[in-house]
Each structure stands twice: as C-alpha cells, then as structure tokens.
C-alpha cells in the first residue's frame, strides 16, 4: 500500500482496518485544503482497488479532528463559477466516502467543523471521545455560506430535521454528549478506549441508527411545513437582504434535498446569489477579525507561556460576580471580596444559574464549578492571586486606597488590573509605588455573554503586564482588544454618543419602539433605547458627559426626570419602557415609524465616534476598530464592521495619527 503522502498517514492493522491519519503539514490543526482534498481522492482510490476490512479515519492533531475547510482558500475564489467548482469537488469526494464498499468511521476528539463534519456524516459510523474539547459543528451560515459538501442532505437523515436545522441556521456546536443523545454519534466514549471501540464499531455490522417516526415525516410529506417554520423562526432574528444564507440553507433542504449543485442559478438560494452577496465577504472578513483578536493573547516569541490559576475579584456587583463566575468556569480557582459575605451571596446565586446553563443540569459540574468560587471579604486571596481585578464603583479615591493595600499584598509578578470604564488608568495608577504595574482589563455587560474585553495600556504602563492581561482574557475564551487610555476606551465612546442620538429622538416625540425597530431592522441585536434601560438610566448619566465626546452636552430631560423619579429602566422594572419578567413590554404600533432614515440619524455620532478613535489612535487601525465594535456591541456583522461599512458607503476609512498613536505595548511585546 502506497504511503506517501504529505498530510495523510495510512496505517493497516492485522485485523484488516485501515487507520488514516489526517495531519497537515506544517500546521497545528487539520483544514481541508485542496491538497489534503486531492489526497484523500487518492486514498479512496487506493482503498478501492486495495479493499480493507474497514476504514477509521481520525486526526493525528492533539488539536483536534478538523477545523473545516480552508478559509484563506475560500478568499481566494474570484466568481461564481470557481465557487461552484470547489462545492462539486467536496460534494463529489464525500459522495465517494458514502458509497466506498467497506465500512467507515469517523474517530472525533476536539473540534469538527464545517466540512470536517460534513466529512464524518460520509462515513457509516461516529464516535465521539467524551472530552470538554469535544465539539462538532456546520458554522458556515456564521460566514455567510452553506453547508454545501453534503452537510445539508446528510444531517437531517441522522439526526432529524429540527436538530440538524437548529445546527445548521445557528452554527452552535453540539458537544459528545449531546451529539450522542442525538444521534449524531454512534457512541461516546473515553479517550482510554477510543482506539478499541473504533476498531471494534467499524467492523461490527451495525446497522445505522432508525430516526423516530416523526423526524421521518419532516424529512418526507411534512418537509415544507417544517421548513416554512423554519423561515418564520429565521425572520424573527435575521433580514432576508442582510443574512441570505439561512434562507438559502432551508430552500436548498425543502426543494432540492440539501444539494446546493441542484439549485439553479438565479434563485436567491445558489451559490451563485450567496457567492455575488457582499454578506459573505463581510462575515468572512469579520471570521478573520476575530482570529487577529485572538492573536493578541499568545505569548511574545521567546516568553514563557502565562497560565493563570488564581484570580481574585475586588466587587461582587453584577459586573464583578460575573466576571468571577466566567473565570470559574474556565477551572480557575476565584476568590471574591466585597464588604460582607451577604454582598457576595448575590453573586453566587447568579454564578449558579449562569453554571447550570453551561453544563446543562449536569450538578457535578456545577458543583466544582461553585466550589472555585470563594467568597472573601477579608481579601485574603491578593496575597495568592496571579491576577486581580479590581471591579468596585467608580470612585477615584475609593480605588485609589484599594490599590494601594492591593500593590502591597500582591505577589511581584501578579497581574494588577481595573475594569474602570471611564477613569483614567493614569489617574488611579497615583496610588501605586509602581503605576507601571497597573492595566485596564474592561468587561462589557453582559459579561458571560459578550465576548470582547478591552486590555488598556495606560501612559508607562508595563509590556509584560499588559501581555499577561492579554493571555489572561485568552485564557477565559474572551477575545483581547488592545486600546490606549482614553474617555470610554472605544467600545464605551462609540456606545455613548449611538444613545444619546437615540434618546434625543425619543425627546422629539419618536417612540422609543420606533426607534429601536429602526436599529434592529438594521442588524443591531438590540435598540439603544432598550440598551439604555437595560444598562441602567442612572449609569447612563453618570457616564453621559464622559464618552459622548461633547463636554457641552446636556442629558435630554426625560432621561433625568426619570431618573429624578427613581425609574431607572430594567433594575427598577421601569425607564423609558415597562418591564415585566425581563422584558421590555413594548407596543407594536408605535414601532411604525422605523425607517432605514432614523437608523442613519442615529448611527451617525456612532460612526463619527469610532472614526475619531482610529484618528486619534485609541486603537491602532481601522480593522480593530471594526472588530471591536462589533464584538463589544453586536454591531451588525453583516456589514463587515462601522469603518467597513463606510467604506462601502464611499467614505474614505480614517487614517491613525502617528504622532498621536505609536503602537500600544500589547502590540509590539
């Protein structure tokens, strides 16, 4: 049997199974690229005319199974026709894998996206290692494209049709549990067994697994009705013209049996339309975006990796006690201060529901979850912390004093961090003997849902200090954005003045429903009015003045009579809306006035703020720019970002100053 290949490792046992290794060359994860597509042409072939008694495929990566198909690849595809191309040339190889004349299995332990999922639905069998890596995936609609290597037929005869379109228009990964609970593996097992069990299953005769009676209706007579809820449920979170993919994603299933090659060309479903959209090259764009983030949390070449274990949280507030919650669940030991245990006890109480939302009632986690979380209103933790994390009000004398007893108890080589959104690091590095050791680390609320956090280098402050915070927020699957000090950093000083503009509107006798429709239509997750009551009314005002870039600017006068009156939005059950059980409660009439023009209107100092910052050199370019106000505010990502979508409008993307804006020490440690 013919061995050489330069991604691939074939291995053939006595017992007549053949092992092949998936292991890209010179990378550290597996992504099917065109030369591991030809190779695995070649192996089929070979197989063929050289028949084992079956075949295990499974990676030779500690990284993983495969983390799809090669996205730099994909950038490169200039029309139509060459998209066409690279769908008939996986849907063709995979349809091979189908038919081969032996049994197959797919061997998965960490991450299996994209067409690396596509690829084991090919095989006969699955079997997932039952590991917290584990995860199994089709997130291309997250680009703006389809699962269009057989995902789409496959998927919902394994695991019904209601799974597999769940996976399919959300990219939410199953993990190995519950993609054996589903079906979509044949078994799940431990990684000391693995090996075993995949030589035993492949040979096994096994016939594959029957859908219930019900999951076969979806896929037979009851398909266009699934489909057609399938549609509503779409059109509730995504615009048609902004995302076509998940429409395109349920069309190419309900009349054409998942095959993308079937749908003719000038539907609004083929690869041609979704090719020709400007949404998959902006969600493209927004896919690598994120990578550079992501970037900034590796260690400087040379420097020794940072893994911190302890984290100690000055602050149980809401902001505090999550942040404390999310390093817990990364298996990081927390211990929480605040004046008294019954100010901690809150914190706690949020910290289990956000536990048993992420390991899915499984209470043993749970439990070991809450125990890395240790109230401490004694700060005794600084003492052992390897990062801390100041997340009290913002008072500048009161941090001041904390940091002070902070600097003197924490361990040299601790990382000493503020989540301060609008005082100066500067200003409270006063207190320390060494002020180069103090870095912003700056959450946003929702902590356990959003996932960008700010590293804020401050004039003089340390570039191993700020390196470490980087890995820090890398090491709890956060994404780091390094910034300069300044009022409201980026996120906040494009957040501000984006309200204010909506809350003028609203004193113009535009209803607030009005104008949240009018942002949402246009892709924002939620409106800045609802924004506002959900933040809170009176940190809006506090704030206010600070980040809206207009000194002069005065608050509007319903925001401070209902603010006088102690209606404070969502915390206090009324603001500019009436809150029942956590929701706005909103009047579908008065939304009748969004219009593309009042979105404009009100995006407008959001765009000019952003613009300001890259002029300014709060960040360091444009595209951070675009990724931080995307991922710090759910800015739209269908239009590639503020400054991208700008520059489609014609408006030349802004220019850092230089002599304003050397690189931060983030980027250049």
Known sequence: MNMNYKHLNLIRKPSGVVWLQLDKADASTNTLSADMLDELANVFAELERDQPAGLVITSAKSAGFIAGADIEEFTRIDSPEAARALVERGWSLFNWLARLPFPTLALIRGHCMGGGLELALACRYRIVVDDPSTKLALPEVMLGIMPAW????????????????????????????????????????????????????????????????????????????????????????????????????????????????????????????????????????????????????????????????????????????????????????????????????????????????????????????????????????????????????????????????????????????????????????????????????????????????EVVDAEGTDAQALGRAAEFVRAIEKLPLPVKSAPGFLVNAALGPYMLEALRCVEEGIAPEAVDRALVDFGMPMGPVELVDTVGLDIAVAAGKALTGDAAAEPPAKLMSLVQAGKLGRKSGEGYYRWENGKAVKTAENASAASPQLAERVLAPLLAAVRRCVEQGVVADADLADAGVIFGTGFSPWTGGPTHFQASKGVAPPEPSQAEAPETALQTA
């Not at 052992?384 to 941090?399: C, G, Q």
């Open 150 to 453: 057989g995902g789409m037929m496959r998927l919902p005869r394994v695991v019904g049709p209601a799974v597999a379109l769940d996976m399919m228009l959300t990219g939410k990964p199953a993990d190995a549990k519950k993609a054996k609970r589903t079906g979509l593996a044949d078994e799940c097992v431990p990684a000391r067994v693995m090996e075993n069990a995949a030589d035993m299953l492949v040979i096994s005769g096994r016939k594959p697994r029957s859908l219930p009676l019900m999951a076969r209706l979806m896929n037979g007579p009851l398909r266009s009705v699934v489909a057609g809820k399938a549609v509503k449920q779409v059109e509730g979170r995504a615009r048609r013209e902004h995302y076509p993919a998940p429409y395109a994603i349920i069309e190419t299933w309900a009349k054409h049996g998942g095959n993308a090659l079937a749908v003719p060309a000038d539907s609004p479903a083929s690869l041609e339309a979704i090719f020709r959209s400007p949404t998959a090259k902006n969600l493209v764009r927004v896919f690598f975006l994120q990578e550079r983030l992501k970037g900034f949390g590796k260690p400087a070449e040379g420097a020794e990796p940072f893994k911190p274990r302890h984290v100690h949280v000055v602050g149980a507030g809401v902001m505090g006690g999550d942040i404390a919650a999310v390093c817990a669940q990364r298996g990081m030991t927390v211990t929480l201060q605040d004046q008294s245990v019954d100010r901690i006890a809150p914190a706690i109480k949020r910290a289990a529901k956000f536990f048993e939302r992420k390991y899915k009632g499984d209470k043993r986690q749970v439990r070991f979850a809450l125990d890395r979380m240790v109230p401490d209103p004694e700060g005794y933790g600084i003492r052992r912390a390897d990062v801390i994390i100041e997340a009290i009000f913002e008072n500048l004398d009161a941090k001041r004093t904390l940091f002070a007893r902070i600097e003197s108890e924490a361990k040299p080589d601790a990382v000493i961090a503020t989540n301060t959104s609008s005082l100066r690091i500067e200003d409270i590095a006063t207190a320390l003997e060494q002020p180069q050791r103090l870095v912003g680390i700056h959450f946003f609320n929702p902590v356990t849902m959003l996932p960008l956090v």
